[in-house]
């Protein structure tokens, strides 16, 4: 049974940083294709950020490209998300997902693909 849970979240100013740590058990992290997704509240959850399984290709949308970093480190069997630049509209809780099936590009992106979620870790950015 693989088991995600997500650490790192809290309360920041506007322009801060902060990472998000999702970290993997039940199987290696190596194994999954691996996505940050977050959820306003009144809002649907939406796609931020998605790192392959083998290999460093990363996705990301347009409204958090340059500002979000996501990397995997396989030794801790753990994925970040480095968040920089922090507006007050990436106020959110934030879910880690994973998926063990093939992903095609634009795959990554689509929240119904993945099998196993955290709980989610709450950011909240204050102008």
């Known amino acids: 049974q693989v088991q995600l849970v997500e650490s790192g979240g809290g309360l920041v100013q506007a322009g801060d940083s902060l990472t998000l740590s999702c970290a993997v058990s039940g199987r290696s992290v190596s194994s999954y294709n691996m996505g940050w997704f977050r959820q306003a509240p009144g809002k649907e959850r939406e796609f931020v950020a998605a790192i392959r399984w083998r290999g460093s290709s990363t996705y990301y949308p347009d409204s958090v490209k340059g500002r979000f970093t996501i990397s995997r480190d396989n030794a801790k069997n753990t994925v970040y998300l480095q968040m920089n630049s922090l507006k007050p509209e990436d106020t959110a809780l934030y879910f880690c997902?994973?998926?063990?099936?093939?992903?095609?590009?634009?795959?990554?992106?689509?929240?119904?693909?993945?099998?196993?979620w955290g709980q989610g870790t709450q950011v909240t950015v204050s102008s």
């Open positions: 997902a994973a998926s063990g099936t093939y992903f095609l590009s634009s795959h990554y992106s689509d929240e119904f693909r993945y099998d196993y």
